[in-house]
């Protein structure tokens, strides 16, 4: 196989992401574990629970919607039970189990949205004109949209290359 190497322009993007993908995680986790002493991470899940109906969801919808491996999530569910902000509860039939915000865990994220999203307007939003914040979009939802694709084949699940472009 010949590596097929970045050109000037694809060399460029990609250490545009991958300063994005390193710096602005650090930042979010910083501001939030000061704030509010929860993770980036545990604070997404919070919020995604929280914009459900009844602040529930199955398990394996919240780790999709999460963009988590159900192992991680479960880690995570485990750590916000310990805290008070969620919990686990069976579900009837053959639907598995569902992660239930608290009430807790609602005033948490209620509590900590204003510091969070002033933190990620200064970082991400206010250096950018209309016009740029909606091609950022645009181009973040192409690439999730690749990546998701791409990662959900048999052949790159367990990190074989993508030949196809």
């Not at 545009?16 to 604070?43: C, K, N, W």
């Not at 970082?123 to 209309?130: K, P, Q, S, Y």
Request: hydrophobic share 40%.
């Amino acid at each position: 196989m010949v590596t097929k190497w970045l050109d000037p322009v694809e060399q460029r993007a990609w250490r545009a992401i991958v300063a994005l993908m390193t710096r602005l995680p650090g930042a979010l986790d910083t501001q939030l574990q000061r704030e509010s002493g929860v993770t980036h991470f545990e604070y997404w899940v919070l919020t995604l629970l929280s914009e459900e109906p009844g602040h529930r969801l199955q398990m394996s919808d919240l780790a999709h919607k999460a963009n988590a491996s159900l192992s991680r999530l479960s880690h995570v569910i485990s750590k916000l039970e310990r805290m008070g902000l969620a919990e686990r509860v069976a579900t009837q039939g053959r639907r598995g189990v569902h992660a239930v915000l608290t009430d807790n865990g609602y005033l948490k994220v209620v509590e900590s949205a204003p510091g969070y999203l002033d933190t990620v307007r200064r970082l991400v939003f206010d250096g950018l004109a209309a016009d740029e914040t909606a091609r950022l979009a645009d181009l973040s939802e192409l690439l999730s949209t690749r990546l998701t694709e791409v990662l959900s084949r048999p052949d790159t699940a367990a990190g074989a290359t993508d030949d196809d472009g």
